[in-house]
């Protein structure tokens, strides 16, 4: 490992890369948890906000539950360590989950 600092991605603001500099360790991997974290529900809700193409119609996953709407989309979400799938939808302004099971760590 080399005893100089990371280089910055070229497109992060100086602002950030400035507070990030002058965070401490526990500080740094709370916001990369967090980067991460907000990343993961950015993306998902763009997913969730995905319509199929009209006159479209998605068939039904044969293990997709009858109270989860077909347009449903598969995330993970680390608890205590352990990863679970989640079937995830939008209701409006609310977004909706039903647990799936446990990722296999196989895959």
Same mark, same amino acid.
């Given at each position: 490992? #080399?005893?100089?600092?990371?280089? !910055? !991605?070229?497109?992060?603001?100086?602002?950030?890369? *400035?507070?990030?500099?002058?965070? #401490? !360790? *526990?500080?740094?991997? %709370?916001?990369?948890?967090?980067?991460?974290?907000?990343?993961?529900?950015?993306?998902?809700?763009?997913?969730?906000?995905?319509?199929? !193409?009209?006159?479209?119609?998605?068939?039904? #996953?044969?293990?997709?539950?009858?109270?989860?709407?077909?347009?449903?989309?598969?995330?993970?979400?680390?608890?205590? %360590? *352990?990863?679970?799938?989640?079937?995830?939808?939008?209701?409006?302004?609310?977004?909706? #989950?039903?647990?799936?099971?446990?990722? *296999?760590? %196989?895959?």
């Amino acid at each position: 490992m #080399s005893d100089e600092p990371p280089t !910055p !991605p070229m497109n992060l603001p100086t602002e950030i890369i *400035n507070a990030l500099n002058e965070s #401490s !360790p *526990n500080r740094l991997r %709370d916001v990369a948890r967090y980067a991460e974290e907000l990343a993961e529900h950015k993306e998902r809700e763009a997913r969730l906000e995905e319509e199929p !193409p009209e006159g479209k119609l998605e068939e039904r #996953s044969d293990d997709l539950p009858d109270d989860v709407p077909t347009k449903a989309t598969i995330t993970i979400k680390e608890i205590n %360590d *352990n990863r679970y799938y989640y079937w995830q939808w939008r209701e409006g302004d609310k977004i909706k #989950s039903k647990y799936k099971g446990p990722v *296999n760590p %196989d895959e």
